[in-house]
């Protein structure tokens, strides 16, 4: 057996423990950078929602014909997840 056949034998399992922790810890900055991403989205559906039902019970409640009724919740077609 050559030196060099020795030299990456000994040099092969360090090299395979870097590239699987290399692996996990790109797997851990995507899920947390998923993460990071959910939450927002989460609260603009909510804060649309809440807006959709307020605008239904003012449609269905209030004085106020039906399109001023629903010239909010049209407002909230706008917003565009990015």
Known sequence: MTIAA???FMAAP???VQ?????Y???EEHLTGRHGRQVPIR???GVAHTILQWTQKL???GPQTHEQAVAPSQ???RFRLA
Do not use: E, H, I, P
């Open 6 to 8: 020795k030299v990456r």
């Open 75 to 77: 407002s909230v077609s």
């Open 14 to 16: 360090s090299t395979l």
């Open 25 to 27: 810890l790109l797997a």
């Open 43 to 45: 609260q603009t559906v």
């Open 19 to 23: 590239v699987a922790r290399s692996g």
């Open 59 to 61: 449609g269905a409640d």
